[in-house]
């Protein structure tokens, strides 16, 4: 058993073996990027081999597609069926999200590889689900990165293929010939593009595109037009509308400057979601917030109100949701994120899970309370309505069902969830200007409060939750120097995680000390 065995020399050809793993999420074209990589290795005199692992739960589906190559020799060499950490000479990232994967798996090494990854995003379902800001901070991914690998292309491979009428493996493509990675010519990458047979002049226009970032060889983009606040928000529509409208405008515009543009956007958005006579409504809020502001304060306390008042004002309900899928550029923003063109037929399923609360809230004001008080007509509205509905839009007789619904706009107002919100609304409102004459600071962090409710069925219900949690802690917190520290600190909390476990900790804290 302790018998020294003698030392074999490893074969000389093994360091000739070519390591590549492309990190795509589904849809991105791994799988063509990688057919494209083997047909050009065997139309080079390489045997080659290519495997894939797909993914799950990670967007639509994260693969690690494989693949190695070697020069034919008299002895086929046997290949590896997945990458290993400390192994790979060159890593292809279609994502900043899977460049990070790829350093934390070990698979970018600073001996070796060359890590060719796009900067733009498209977002887990981690970062999507977080209450708050829930978007990975990119620029840490692209400092480790930097360290990790021996040779760095990053660029919005998306953006520029995109930009050339194709998609990103194309792109991406470009730059893996660009780096010089791989020992083949450039004519060689786009004969198998040619090969594929399709889409193949869009897909050699992103190709070059990503072959001249990977050199460094792209065009300075010009500045982005600054939009004139002015025109911003500038409408078309009858003479009798408009004169409403520019009336509106007219009252916005004698607002301090410090809450002029926001009031603007906030009066843009409640009338867009109701009619004129509601922006009228909104400046009269803001114009009670105003009154009890100052220029001394910065007006802060009305920059936030023309924020958040709008934001309540602007709920969204079954009407708002019917109205946002039935809109035309809805539909025409589908059809170019598909890529679809005038002769492609699109599919489109619209997924429904109404609650029962949902359907008393479309009633009007008094039914509505009584049959929302009424367990038992509540459980027949659960019994008959929650259950998930797909819905074919693309077909008429969902599609003018919806389109009916969310014309209800004049009726809105008359309904019993639009009296719930309307009292909530001033409830909110009346105890944060309870507290403008004794802490100004606190009433600003009160009023940013209403940024934990938005959404609607269990995702309006769970920051209403929150809400309410918070404002109760913040009543514990009246009349300490440093409330209006910790009120802000209990709402960051509370963006932190659905669960609500580290506001449950804050609050802890909060009743530890008062």
Same mark, same amino acid.
């Given at each position: 058993?302790?018998?020294?065995? /003698?030392?074999?020399?490893?074969?000389?050809?093994?360091?000739?073996?070519?390591? &590549?793993?492309?990190?795509?999420?589904?849809?991105?074209?791994?799988?063509?990027?990688?057919?494209?990589?083997?047909?050009?290795?065997?139309?080079?005199?390489?045997?080659?081999?290519?495997?894939?692992?797909?993914?799950?739960?990670?967007?639509?589906?994260?693969?690690?597609?494989?693949?190695?190559?070697? %020069?034919?020799?008299?002895?086929?060499?046997?290949?590896?069926?997945?990458?290993?950490?400390?192994?790979?000479?060159?890593?292809?990232?279609?994502?900043?999200?899977?460049?990070?994967?790829?350093?934390?798996?070990?698979?970018?090494?600073?001996?070796?590889?060359?890590?060719?990854?796009?900067?733009?995003?498209?977002?887990?379902?981690?970062?999507?689900?977080?209450?708050?800001?829930?978007?990975?901070?990119?620029?840490?991914?692209?400092?480790?990165?930097?360290?990790?690998?021996?040779? $760095?292309?990053?660029?919005?491979?998306?953006?520029?293929?995109?930009?050339?009428?194709?998609?990103?493996?194309?792109? &991406?493509?470009?730059?893996?010939?660009?780096?010089?990675? $791989?020992?083949?010519?450039? @004519?060689?990458?786009?004969?198998?593009?040619?090969?594929?047979?399709?889409?193949?002049?869009?897909?050699?226009?992103?190709?070059?595109?990503?072959?001249?970032?990977?050199?460094?060889?792209?065009?300075?983009?010009?500045?982005? %037009?600054?939009?004139?606040?002015? +025109?911003?928000?500038?409408?078309?529509?009858?003479?009798?509308?408009?004169?409403?409208?520019?009336?509106?405008?007219?009252?916005?515009?004698? &607002?301090?400057?410090?809450?002029?543009?926001?009031?603007?956007?906030?009066?843009?958005?409640?009338?867009?979601?109701?009619?004129?006579?509601?922006?009228?409504?909104?400046?009269?809020?803001?114009?009670?917030?105003?009154?009890?502001?100052?220029?001394?304060?910065?007006?802060?306390?009305?920059?936030?109100?023309? #924020?958040?008042?709008?934001?309540?004002?602007?709920?969204?309900?079954?009407?708002?949701?019917?109205?946002?899928?039935?809109?035309?550029?809805?539909?025409?923003?589908?059809?170019?994120? !598909?890529?679809?063109?005038?002769?492609?037929?699109?599919?489109? +399923?619209?997924?429904?899970?109404?609650?029962?609360?949902?359907?008393?809230?479309?009633? /009007?004001?008094?039914?509505?309370?009584?049959?929302?008080?009424?367990?038992?007509? !509540?459980?027949?509205?659960?019994?008959?309505?929650?259950?998930?509905?797909?819905?074919? +839009?693309?077909?008429?007789?969902?599609?003018?069902?919806?389109?009916?619904?969310?014309?209800?706009?004049?009726?809105? $107002?008359?309904?019993?969830?639009?009296?719930?919100?309307?009292?909530?609304?001033?409830?909110?409102?009346?105890?944060?200007?309870?507290?403008? @004459?004794?802490?100004?600071?606190?009433?600003?962090?009160?009023?940013?409060?209403?940024?934990?409710? #938005?959404?609607?069925?269990?995702?309006?219900?769970?920051?209403?939750?929150?809400?309410?949690?918070?404002?109760?802690?913040?009543?514990?917190?009246?009349?300490? #120097?440093?409330?209006?520290?910790?009120?802000?600190? &209990?709402?960051?909390?509370?963006?932190?995680?659905?669960?609500? #476990?580290?506001?449950?900790?804050?609050?802890?804290?909060?009743?530890?000390?008062?």
């Amino acid at each position: 058993m302790n018998l020294v065995l /003698p030392q074999k020399t490893p074969d000389a050809r093994v360091g000739e073996i070519t390591k &590549l793993a492309v990190m795509a999420v589904g849809g991105q074209g791994g799988g063509v990027l990688t057919g494209w990589i083997e047909s050009m290795a065997r139309a080079e005199g390489y045997v080659c081999q290519a495997t894939s692992v797909a993914g799950v739960a990670q967007r639509t589906g994260a693969t690690i597609y494989y693949v190695e190559m070697a %020069p034919k020799s008299a002895l086929e060499p046997v290949f590896a069926l997945a990458p290993a950490a400390g192994d790979v000479d060159v890593l292809i990232a279609a994502e900043m999200m899977e460049v990070g994967r790829a350093v934390m798996r070990g698979f970018v090494t600073p001996d070796r590889t060359t890590l060719i990854g796009s900067t733009h995003r498209a977002l887990a379902v981690s970062e999507k689900m977080a209450p708050g800001d829930g978007i990975a901070n990119a620029d840490e991914v692209r400092a480790a990165a930097e360290i990790a690998a021996q040779k $760095l292309v990053l660029e919005d491979m998306e953006g520029l293929a995109v930009g050339a009428g194709s998609v990103i493996s194309a792109s &991406l493509f470009g730059a893996l010939a660009g780096s010089g990675a $791989l020992p083949f010519r450039r @004519e060689a990458y786009e004969n198998a593009i040619r090969a594929g047979g399709k889409g193949v002049e869009p897909s050699l226009r992103a190709f070059a595109v990503g072959f001249d970032a990977a050199q460094g060889r792209l065009p300075n983009a010009a500045p982005a %037009p600054v939009e004139d606040p002015e +025109t911003a928000f500038r409408l078309a529509g009858p003479d009798a509308l408009q004169s409403q409208w520019d009336a509106l405008v007219t009252r916005a515009d004698a &607002l301090p400057e410090a809450v002029h543009d926001l009031a603007f956007a906030g009066l843009a958005k409640v009338v867009n979601y109701q009619d004129c006579a509601y922006g009228t409504l909104y400046l009269d809020r803001l114009y009670t917030v105003l009154a009890r502001d100052s220029a001394a304060q910065d007006w802060r306390l009305s920059a936030a109100a023309a #924020k958040y008042i709008a934001n309540a004002m602007a709920y969204d309900d079954v009407i708002r949701v019917a109205d946002l899928k039935t809109r035309a550029p809805r539909f025409a923003h589908i059809r170019q994120e !598909m890529r679809a063109g005038d002769a492609n037929l699109m599919q489109l +399923t619209e997924y429904f899970h109404p609650r029962a609360d949902e359907i008393a809230g479309l009633m /009007p004001a008094r039914l509505g309370a009584k049959v929302e008080a009424s367990e038992k007509w !509540m459980a027949r509205l659960n019994r008959w309505f929650d259950k998930g509905r797909r819905l074919r +839009t693309d077909r008429l007789p969902a599609f003018l069902m919806l389109h009916v619904l969310g014309g209800l706009k004049g009726y809105r $107002l008359k309904t019993h969830r639009h009296a719930i919100e309307v009292a909530h609304l001033d409830s909110w409102l009346s105890r944060c200007l309870a507290e403008v @004459e004794a802490d100004y600071d606190s009433a600003v962090e009160l009023v940013k409060c209403r940024r934990l409710i #938005k959404g609607y069925s269990d995702t309006h219900a769970r920051g209403l939750g929150k809400f309410d949690k918070v404002m109760d802690a913040a009543a514990l917190l009246r009349g300490r #120097k440093d409330a209006a520290q910790w009120i802000a600190r &209990l709402r960051e909390a509370a963006l932190q995680d659905t669960e609500g #476990k580290a506001l449950d900790g804050a609050i802890a804290t909060v009743r530890s000390f008062v």
